[in-house]
Each structure stands twice: as C-alpha cells, then as structure tokens.
C-alpha cells in the first residue's frame, strides 16, 4: 500500500505544527528555528513539518508548509503528489485572511486536489466562525469547519472531514 499524502497550510501562527504534532504516531520532523522577524511567536517553520497516522489500513504521510510568504516556494515542492489540503485559519488573526486565501487559491487551482478549511482558535470569545470564514473564503459551508489544533479528537474529526471530501472528489475509498 503506497502511502497517501496530505498537506497542511496557512498563515503563520494558524496551528499547522501544532495539529501535525497532535496527530502523529511518530516523531514530527519539524524544521522550526527561532523568528528573524516580528511574526507573533518566537520560531517558525522554515521548510516544513512531517507526521504519520493510521487512518484504517491507510498510512497518510502529513506535511505542514510554512506560513511565511518568504518561503512560499516550498508550496510547490510540498504538494506535488498531494491528495488532499488542509488550510488552517485563526480564526482571531483576520489580518491574515487574505494571505491564507491566496494560499488556499494558489494550491487548490494549480494542483487541483480538495480542501477542507479548518479555523482555529474558536474558544477565543471573539474568534470568526466557520460560517463566516466559509463566506470569506467562497467555500461550501460543509468545507468549513472549527477545529482546536491541540485536541486529538478535534483533530482525528477534521482528518475524518477531509477524507469525506476527498473522497467525494476521487475514486478514494473514504476509510472512515
């Protein structure tokens, strides 16, 4: 069984580090060094994240991009051969709506491939809903969904949802 891959994008400080290293079974290979610039949080992802899971019989290979415009590059590299994306959101940082957008556009147009939209951060009080984000993004409601990136079962959810579209796209068995 070849393994399947899955990519995890968005802006920086959206939780894609984090949701892979809650997720994976084995030891995260994460390209983390401290910030050179003000970003919100003292290291960043430089190249990418890597994780596994068991979904079933299925072994899905996680990698996490960068969310620094300045390494976009590694967008293409990451996501060729991918079969589904992950875009994570903040759902408290608006001011990066418009980068996880052009992130979002750039990968799904160019490669094709489903995504599901999770927006983090919803037990801020003041965070955007799913419903909203969905309406921002142009995306069905049903490919918008809350996730909190440090919970495992939140996270097995949004995987569980991201298989459904995947496999309401491809001839992928969904195995969930």
């Known amino acids: 069984m070849?393994?399947?891959?899955l990519v995890v994008s968005g802006a920086v400080g959206a939780g894609k580090t984090t949701f892979i290293q809650t997720l994976s079974e084995t030891v995260v290979v994460?390209?983390?060094?401290?910030?050179?610039?003000d970003i919100g949080k003292t290291n960043t992802t430089?190249?990418?994240?890597?994780?596994?899971?068991?979904?079933?019989?299925?072994?899905l290979f996680l990698f996490g991009t960068p969310g620094q415009e300045r390494f976009d590059f590694m967008w293409d590299v990451l996501c060729d051969g991918a079969l589904g994306l992950l875009i994570l959101v903040s759902g408290i940082k608006p001011s990066d709506f418009r980068h996880s957008r052009r992130i979002l556009e750039f990968?799904?147009?160019r490669y094709s491939i489903p995504?599901?939209?999770?927006?983090?951060?919803?037990?801020h009080g003041h965070a955007w809903a799913a419903e909203d984000i969905a309406s921002y993004f142009e995306t069905p409601p049903e490919h918008v969904i809350g996730i909190d990136?440090?919970?495992l079962a939140s996270c097995k959810s949004a995987l569980t949802s991201l298989?459904?579209?995947?496999?309401?796209?491809t001839d992928l068995q969904s195995p969930v």
């Open 30 to 37: 994460a390209t983390d060094v401290e910030a050179s610039e």
């Open 2 to 5: 070849q393994p399947l891959k």
């Open 46 to 59: 430089v190249a990418m994240d890597f994780g596994t899971v068991h979904v079933g019989d299925d072994l």
């Open 163 to 169: 298989l459904a579209v995947i496999a309401e796209r």
């Open 149 to 151: 990136a440090t919970d």
């Open 107 to 109: 990968i799904s147009t």
């Open 115 to 123: 995504y599901l939209v999770g927006v983090t951060h919803q037990d």
